[in-house]
Every structure is written in structure tokens, then in C-alpha cells.
């Protein structure tokens, strides 16, 4: 007996048949749903825990390390290259220790220089082993990036890394063999330029000495667009230069956009590959006149032979130096990193024919007070020919700005420059001739 539904006899057996089928289906179809939807959430999991791991497009590290760079009142500086265009959003230290009631300076500069972002971290601040610094700042694939980190003198910090080859990671301006135990992590979207952290003041605009005094050839980079700033103890800047003449270096003046009224720094002259001190001393802000720190001196050079100078902070009192990214002669290095900009300078070298008179006169002793002078400036000429000399004051252009003839007797001789309108302080050359011998010194306008 069946039932009968739209003109067709149903048999009640199929009936119930069917209806299993469909409630198995049903639940086969439920169950390979459900199963989809825990794959989904695994597959989705395993996405979030890979982007947690990984929260960066691309990524600069060094994951091991076999070696510790210790240090204080100095910087250690780690160059790195940008893998994307975008941003760095992340960097991560390994460290041994690091002393505690200190706070360490880590800056993130271009290779011109400019600081684009800054941190401190404390011992505090460390996590098994490793620290993770606050810095970010827009950055272009390719180009080349430094990381200062700088620990106060007294306070000293132990960073672990991985033994290499020379090339990356500087210790006070010194290469170490190796790079730092670090992780660099990139996020890719359009660049956005940093915004300006200076003000380039008159950019561009050539110094007004274009020669130096007679006897003297001069190397030089005028003008600047940016500026190198060396914000505490340890940082350092050297700029290389090839002399213009065999001869004497007798003076180096060096552009400064700003520095701390109680500054202190050493400067130095060394061969090009730093292996020889050729000239050193201490300096501060008396150095600095008129927004150029100058520096006399005496260092036989040669001609072609190339030099370096350097500026290294010794207490944590900051200054910045102007620098030119167009106008390059030398290689020039903030903290050990190459930049793509030279110091503003210049250097003043006596041709040899000068040194050779200079070096005959040498017997005759100038005397000049008051030293710095204001107003009147006094010279006093003792052991000297008795035959009469010339006497003269110039500027570092090259122009005399007083003369006087000077009649030698007793092997002495006098002359005093009335020099109420000289206006402009800073350093002047005074240069006594006697017959063909020349002896040069320096002298200060308050």
C-alpha cells in the first residue's frame, strides 16, 4: 500500500530511504562546513601569528653574535642600507649589559649627516638581553643609513656582534671588524620626505676670500646646504684633503653653524690613514670667531699628498659644522660613517719658496701684545738683521690692512698699528720681510 501524491504512488520504504540520505547529507554537509570553517581559523591564526613574527616588508639582521664591543665617553656607529622605500619602523640591539643611572643617546642619521630621529634608552629599558628602540623615520631603498649609539664617560655599555669583514660598524671614528647583533624592520609605502631639521641659512653662498695670502695656496669647500652635528661625548668628524703645495699647513678654519658656550673638543691633523699624528690640541668656543673655528699651526705637508683633520667632542657640550653636499674634495666621516658631504673648510698651506725664507728668520723672535688686540696691536722684533724690515698686517683674504717700514738697530725693532677700524674680530696674519726672508705669525681682534 502507498501514498499517492501528485498522480504517482510513493512507496513509504524509499520514502524513509531518502530521508536518511538527506539528513546524512545535511550532515556531511555540516560537517565538511564546520571542518572549513576550523581550517579557515587555523589558516587564519597561522597568517596573524606569521604577521606578528614578521610585522615588517622586508628586514635588515644579524641574528647572531660572537663577539662584544665595549665602551664609554665614545660612540659605536652601525651603517645599514635601506631594503625598501617606506619607513623604518623598528630597530633591536642585542647587548651584553649596560650600566645602570645612565641613559644612552641612539641617533638615526642620513648620509649627509642629518639626525632623523632620536631615542635614550636605559638599563631599564633592556629585555632578555635585547632593547627595542622607539626611532621612525622615512627612508629610500638603497640609500645608506647610520645608527650612533653613544654612552656618557663613567657609564659603560657592551654591545654584542657578529665578527666580519670592515666596512659597517666604527668605534670612535674606527673601523671594527664586523657588524652589530641587530634587526632593522622596514614597512614599504611612497616616501614621504622628513621635514627639515635646519635652517641652511644662506646655502650656497661662496666665502669671501677667494685667495690666499701671497706665499700661501689654499684648499677649500665654500658654501654649505646642511650640517653636521655632534651632539655629545665621543662624536667625532674627519675630512680628508690632498695639499695644494709642498710647504707648511699653517692655519685651518672650519665653518660652525652653532655650539655650546663652554664647548670642549680635541682637533686633530693626521696622514690620510690616520695611522700618524701630525698636529693635536684641545679646543673650545675661544677658538670660534665669528662662526669659524680656526686653528694655526705648523705641519709640513707635501704637494698631491692627501691629510686629515678631525673634530672629536671630549665632554658632553654639543657643536655643529657646516657642511656642503655639492662641492666635494675628500672623504669625510661623522662617527666613523662616509658621508655624502664634506665639512665647509679651509686650509691654508705656505708654498715651499716661503717656508725656505721663513725658516732662515727663524732666529728673530715677534713679540706682539696686548694678544688678543683691540685697538692698537704693538710688535716688538728681537734678534733680528740690523737692516731695515717690513712689518705688515693682513686678513686671511690676502689684503694688507696696515704696513710700516721698520729701521732695525741693536738688533731690535718696534712699530705699533693703530687698529680701531678693524671692526671684524677673529684671526689676522702678521708678516715681517727682510730682504727676501718672510716670517709669518698669527695674531687676534678681539
Not at 663613567?154 to 670612535?172: C, E, W
Not at 657588524?179 to 644662506?202: C, N, P
Not at 672623504?331 to 725656505?356: H, K, W
Amino acid at each position: 500500500m502507498g501514498w499517492r501524491k501528485s498522480g504517482k504512488t510513493i512507496n513509504p520504504l524509499i520514502s524513509v530511504t531518502m530521508k536518511n540520505l538527506t539528513t546524512s547529507f545535511v550532515a556531511l554537509a555540516a560537517t565538511m562546513f564546520a571542518g572549513s570553517l576550523f581550517a579557515q581559523e587555523s589558516a587564519l591564526t597561522a597568517a596573524q601569528n606569521d604577521a606578528v613574527a614578521n610585522p615588517f616588508d622586508c628586514v635588515h639582521k644579524v641574528a647572531t653574535s660572537d663577539r662584544t664591543l665595549g665602551f664609554q665617553g665614545a660612540v659605536a656607529t652601525q651603517t645599514f642600507r635601506a631594503c625598501t622605500d617606506g619607513a623604518l619602523q623598528n630597530v633591536t640591539l642585542n647587548l651584553k649589559n649596560a650600566s645602570p643611572g645612565a641613559a644612552f643617546l641612539v641617533e638615526l642619521r642620513d648620509n649627509r649627516g642629518e639626525v632623523l630621529d632620536l631615542t635614550r634608552f636605559t638599563q631599564a629599558d633592556i629585555k632578555e638581553s635585547s632593547v627595542s628602540l622607539d626611532l621612525s623615520a622615512p627612508v629610500k631603498n638603497g640609500a645608506t643609513y647610520s645608527l650612533m649609539i653613544s654612552a656618557p664617560e663613567g657609564y659603560p655599555l657592551a654591545l654584542r656582534y657578529l665578527q666580519g669583514p670592515m666596512g659597517s660598524l666604527f668605534k670612535d671614528g674606527e673601523p671594527i671588524r664586523g657588524e652589530l647583533s641587530a634587526t632593522f624592520g622596514f614597512k614599504s609605502h611612497d616616501v614621504v620626505e622628513a621635514d627639515e631639521a635646519i635652517d641652511f641659512g644662506r646655502a650656497g653662498d661662496v666665502a669671501p676670500q677667494n685667495r690666499g695670502m701671497e706665499g700661501q695656496c689654499k684648499v677649500d669647500v665654500n658654501g654649505h646646504n646642511g650640517r653636521f652635528r655632534l651632539t655629545t661625548t665621543g662624536h667625532n668628524v674627519t675630512q680628508t684633503f690632498s695639499a695644494c703645495s709642498r710647504g707648511v699647513l699653517d692655519m685651518i678654519s672650519i665653518k660652525v653653524q652653532g655650539s655650546f658656550g663652554d664647548f670642549t673638543g680635541r682637533f686633530f691633523v693626521r696622514t690620510a690613514d690616520g695611522s700618524q699624528t701630525l698636529y693635536a690640541q684641545e679646543i673650545s668656543s675661544r677658538n670660534i670667531q665669528n662662526g669659524e673655528l680656526i686653528i694655526p699651526m705648523e705641519v709640513r705637508v707635501e704637494a698631491g699628498e692627501t691629510y686629515m683633520f678631525g673634530i672629536k667632542t671630549i665632554r658632553d657640550r654639543r657643536i655643529s659644522l657646516y657642511n656642503n653636499s655639492n662641492d666635494r674634495i675628500g672623504t669625510c666621516r661623522l662617527n666613523g660613517a662616509p658621508q655624502d658631504a664634506n665639512v665647509e673648510f679651509t686650509a691654508y698651506i705656505a708654498e715651499s719658496n716661503d717656508v725656505e725664507a721663513r725658516e732662515e728668520l727663524m732666529d728673530t723672535k715677534v713679540i706682539t701684545y696686548p694678544n688678543p688686540f683691540a685697538d692698537r696691536l704693538n710688535i716688538r722684533l728681537e734678534g733680528a738683521k740690523e737692516e731695515k724690515a717690513i712689518v705688515q698686517l693682513l686678513d686671511f683674504s690676502g689684503n694688507v690692512l696696515r704696513s710700516e717700514l721698520v729701521n732695525v738697530k741693536d738688533h731690535e725693532g718696534q712699530v705699533t698699528f693703530n687698529t680701531r677700524e678693524i671692526t671684524r674680530p677673529g684671526y689676522y696674519a702678521l708678516r715681517v720681510i727682510q730682504g727676501t726672508e718672510v716670517k709669518n705669525i698669527t695674531v687676534m681682534k678681539r
